[in-house]
């Protein structure tokens, strides 16, 4: 086998390990949380799933039904799941715990499938500027993301989008470097299934504007190829809208059909994005912050890495006598086509609502320019082992803390430590209260969820507990009530919680450790009144030893530079959730 050929074999070998590797780490605890604990805009590729499965075409009038387009919801219904189909037979918990989850687990799938593109399309853009190693190096940087990893398992669109707006990218490339009427075909589709997978990924249209530009100007070509472009684009522009007209049409269904819901966004919405409320007010450009402290408290190796890069450009700037040939300044443009205006717009926005799933499209191209940096910082290191010796130090500590994160993630969350606890030392019949909304896979006796508050319906274990006849659950059930919102305990309990609890003859409860955080001082009494007249007969800790008290550790980042970064958190961290303690209050 010639050197070239063996070189290339070795290179796609490589690119597979590093793809079948980010493949098994994403599925690693895949199942988080659930089915008891799921994310509220989670539910919007649930019951788009759920409507195209079932057929129910009144799913259509839920709020969540509108708000991301179909993409992901597609992808999901390629993988089976029967857990839509009607329960004929009894099931104790665990199986049914199973059944309420799989549904979810399959749209996450489908999530880690999508979002494996930006590992893709990181190695394809960065392939454009860099030899073969550092284009490796920069999809390594992407399948070790911290961020990358965590929302690549979660059911939202926002990692899917980082591998369609890559892959939109990496086309726009290889249309501009070879005009044809394939490559434009693939770089419409690409942008198509980019701007479909979330609104923002619309934003990759300005690659493919880019690339239409620099085709009708067509410096460097010869007559006949700038006339060959221009009837390129002239026939390929009309075939592009119709593809992206039609992609709309079936990605984005809730803006053709009459749907009989209304979704209040408060008094200054402004303009409906597609699904989504955009408030003119909000654009205070404050939302650099929450671009740089998502790369601070994540992945500090990528922030480290682009800041020697910028200062490296900088640097090449001043110089003056480093000089990129044309090709790669148009390369350059195409890429930033879609990072300008995505990143201006993230910082023109106002912190407090630019949330750092939001930087996900960017991060295939922070991969990128890292890796750039890297390459150029051990140019001048004269052995190959020892340059690969440094990227894998490089990719040691991100890989550390995303393996650490999915560790957490597969151990039994907090909710399900005290579960588990109650099934095995509290009497069904024995009364509990959980503080509050606290929602704990067990199953739940009709009757407490009668007596519960009105706010508990929000919790979603229990509200699929309602959905299943009693002749189809197996093994004991809990009589354990859930008092709901704090004006609801407040008018159900009074100021004193506890001495209500104690008339009422409740034996345990069960109560976050986060109440300082839920704004609520009655919460807040109860915690001290149980702390000083009842026992703590169990603790679920999720971080440190369990002498740090009741923070929340939701895995879950502060956009100040001067908390402890999640990188640092992430490795004290046991498991997912609150801090839940159990109280036995005293009997007689």
């Keep these: 086998m010639p050197t070239d050929q063996r070189s290339s074999v070795v290179t796609w070998l490589a690119l597979a390990a590093l793809v079948a ?56 219904t390629l993988f089976p ?32 499938l999508l979002s494996l593109l930006a590992v893709l399309g990181s190695y394809w853009v960065a392939r454009c500027f860099m030899g073969t190693r550092p284009a490796l190096f920069a999809a390594a940087l992407t399948a070790t993301s911290l961020l990358h990893v965590s929302f690549s398992q979660q059911e939202k669109p926002h990692g899917p989008v980082s591998g369609t707006v890559a892959l939109a990218v990496a086309a726009a490339l290889l ?43 067509g410096r460097g070509r010869s007559t006949e190829g700038r006339r060959a472009d221009r009837r390129l684009v002239a026939f390929g522009v009309v075939a592009t809208l119709v593809v992206l007209a039609a992609a709309v049409r079936f990605f ?31 654009f205070d450009f404050t939302g650099g912050a929450t671009v740089l402290s998502t790369l601070w408290h994540y992945d500090p190796t990528l922030l480290l890495l682009m800041s020697v890069g910028l200062g490296m450009v900088v640097f090449d700037r001043f110089r003056k006598s480093v000089a990129s040939p044309p090709e790669r300044r ?124 009105g706010g508990a319906d929000n919790l979603y274990w229990r509200t699929l507990q309602k959905q299943i006849p009693d002749a189809l659950k197996l093994g ?53 009144d149980l702390e000083h007249n009842a026992e703590c007969v169990f603790r679920a800790v999720p971080v440190g030893d369990g002498s740090a008290g009741r923070g929340q550790v939701n895995i879950r980042y502060s956009q100040r530079f001067d908390a402890v970064p999640l990188f640092v958190h992430i490795f004290s961290a046991h498991c997912m959730g609150n801090t839940l303690e159990v109280y036995r209050l005293p009997t007689g």
């Design 21 to 76: 590797a980010a493949l098994g780490l994403r599925l690693r605890g895949l199942d988080f949380g659930l089915p008891h604990v799921t994310y509220r805009d989670g539910m919007v590729l649930y019951t788009q799933v759920k409507e195209m499965r079932t057929g129910d075409v009144s799913l259509r009038d839920a709020e969540f039904w509108g708000y991301y387009p179909q993409v992901t919801a597609r992808v999901a």
């Design 81 to 112: 799941d029967d857990s839509f189909e009607p329960q004929t037979r009894a099931l104790d918990l665990e199986a049914t715990l199973a059944r309420q989850s799989r549904s979810w687990i399959v749209a996450r799938r489908a999530s880690v």
């Design 175 to 217: 249309l501009r470097r070879r005009p044809s009427a394939w490559t434009w075909a693939v770089a419409t589709l690409a942008a198509a299934l980019a701007a479909c997978t979330l609104q923002s990924g619309a934003f990759a249209l300005g690659s493919a504007g880019v690339v239409v530009v620099a085709l009708l100007v």
């Design 252 to 282: 984005y269904p809730f803006h053709f059909i009459e749907r009989h819901v209304e979704v209040d966004h408060g008094p200054d919405k402004s303009l409906d994005l597609a699904g989504h409320p955009v408030f003119l007010s909000g």
């Design 330 to 453: 148009l390369d350059l443009l195409v890429v930033l086509g879609f990072v300008a205006p995505y990143l201006l717009v993230l910082c023109a926005y106002n912190a407090k609502v630019v949330f750092e799933r939001f930087t996900m499209p960017l991060l295939p191209f922070y991969a990128v320019f890292a890796a750039w940096a890297g390459a150029r910082l051990v140019a001048r290191v004269p052995s190959r082992t020892a340059r690969v010796g440094l990227a894998c130090a490089a990719l040691a500590f991100p890989a550390a803390a995303a393996w650490k994160l999915t560790a957490v993630r597969a151990a039994p969350d907090a909710s399900s430590q005290v579960a588990h606890w109650i099934r095995d030392n509290v009497q069904p019949g024995e009364r509990i209260h959980a503080f509050p909304y606290v929602d704990l896979p067990l199953f739940y006796d009709d009757e407490a969820m009668r007596v519960s508050g």
């Design 476 to 528: 004991p059930r809990f009589f354990l009530v859930q008092p709901g919102t704090q004006r609801e305990t407040r008018a159900e309990y009074g100021d004193d919680v506890y001495g209500r609890l104690v008339e009422l003859g409740v034996r345990y409860v069960v109560i976050t450790g986060a109440t300082e955080k839920m704004g609520s001082e009655i919460w807040q009494r109860l915690e001290r």
